[in-house]
């Protein structure tokens, strides 16, 4: 299983061998370490948690469980696989290049904040007409008639908009710079720049 926490630099742009400019999304991958590994015996679940950068802030249980996978306090997130494979054991370090040029990923980020939004921005909603005596510009229009009397809970309107999970599936790996410790993914990534974003090997 490949899989790596990286944060997200910016875009760039490439030009493959055969000559064709490629957008790519640069992700700062600095060496991730596995820090737990979860199996069905002991957590009832199959996954790995993987540590990355330094953590400011930790409380005593934390340095407590990072001590035993003899690492300082990190960020860390979790990996669901079905197969833990014999390599992967705490303490091994995941550098830029467990991914190659080519490999298939799903990236995961938390989108941009916009805030609260109408259903035009949101949802895509068409505005009313500006004629005709039409008066209702911006508005959601009718949200249901008289039965049930309710609004059915995912019904479409104005609300908090990004600042959610995103994932992003199946974008190729499209660079990899090991001495600088930099990994392209083809196309564009969720969240702002800086932001933490998660990287995992399709199946």
């Known amino acids: 299983m490949k899989a790596l926490i990286t944060r997200k630099i910016g875009m760039a742009s490439i030009i493959t061998d055969d000559g064709q400019l490629t957008p790519v999304t640069l992700l700062s991958a600095s060496p991730c ?4 590994v979860k199996t069905d015996e002991t957590d009832g679940y199959t996954a790995i948690q993987v540590g990355f950068e330094t953590a400011k802030k930790t409380n005593k249980a934390q340095v407590g469980h990072f001590k035993a996978a003899n690492v300082l306090p990190k960020i860390v997130r979790e990996f669901r ?18 991914f190659t040029v080519g490999d298939i990923v799903h990236v995961t980020g938390t989108s941009k904040g916009k805030g609260f939004a109408g259903t035009i921005k ?11 005596g039409g008066q209702s510009y911006r508005r959601p229009g009718s949200i249901g008639s008289m039965y049930p009397q309710k609004i059915f809970k995912g019904k479409r309107m104005a609300g908090q908009m990004g600042n959610e999970q995103v994932t992003v599936r199946n974008l190729k790996v499209a660079l990899i710079d090991n001495d600088n410790q930099i ?3 083809a196309g564009a990534v969720p969240g702002p720049r800086k932001g933490i974003i998660l990287l995992k090997g399709a199946k």
Request: net charge positive; no cysteine; aromatic share 2%.
């Open 33 to 36: 370490v596995i820090t737990q």
């Open 81 to 98: 696989t079905d197969l833990i494979e014999e390599s992967i054991k705490v303490g091994v370090q995941l550098p830029a290049d467990t």
């Open 122 to 132: 949101r949802h895509n909603f068409h505005r009313g007409r500006k004629t005709h």
């Open 183 to 185: 990994i392209g993914v």
